[in-house]
């Protein structure tokens, strides 16, 4: 018996393994096939943001970013693994190479000339481009207009998204019928850690699933309400869910 799906979408059985080598190994025909990951954030986003759940709902892959939202894939009856768009974007970056072309849409000028700087001692320079799209992109047709413009005549073969959730995903999916077949990937902050811009927690810390700790010791004022009510509106979400599902 096929497991139902669990907010909404069936979580990728893939490993990260497995994303990497369908990556190199198919290219896209038909627009961007997108890559989300979800974490804890985004669950509690998908329960009010019809746009999000859409983009979600449209995706290619599914990948249990947050390792609650794995576990409870997993008790759902989802082989699932965890595979997190830090380490995705980090693996990928670490064996990129010429004739794969990449566009970063990343949040500052700072973050773009980083990308660049990496390109450049990769001898990538020439494959690679970066937009940095206004505060709130999203609400911005004419922005976003421009921003289809230079993805479609650049053409990468990868797309990384790197602005953050919802916006990333709600713009793939917007303009999905008019953007060049590509993968899409949403990383968040996974391009800057890549970079060594953002500090990372050290590999024994997220092995244990303790890398959320790490984060909230070093920015306890700013994350420790968030994490507390995410995780609050996290397992409402599930309540959500199994009702759902129940009801089905």
Known sequence: MTPAPVFGVVPSVLDEAGVLALIARETPVAGPALIVTPNLDHIVQLRRNADFRAAYRGARLV????????YYARLRGHPAHRVTGSDLIARLMAAAQSGRRMMF????????????????????ADELQTLVPGYGFIGDATGCAGMVDAIGRFRPDMLVMAVGAPQSEIFVD????????CWALCVGQGVKM???????????????HGEWLWRLAQEPRRLGA?????AFRFAAAIV?????SAAS
């Open 63 to 70: 990948l249990c970013d947050g390792f609650p939202v794995q």
């Open 105 to 124: 849409v990343v949040d500052e000028g700072a973050t773009a000339l980083a990308v660049k700087r990496w390109a450049a001692t990769r001898g990538l």
């Open 174 to 181: 917007r303009y999905r019928d008019v953007l060049p077949p």
């Open 194 to 208: 890549a970079l060594g811009l953002v500090g990372r927690a050290p590999p024994v810390v997220r092995r244990l």
């Open 226 to 230: 968030r994490y507390g009510l995410g």
């Open 240 to 244: 959500d869910d199994l009702r759902g």
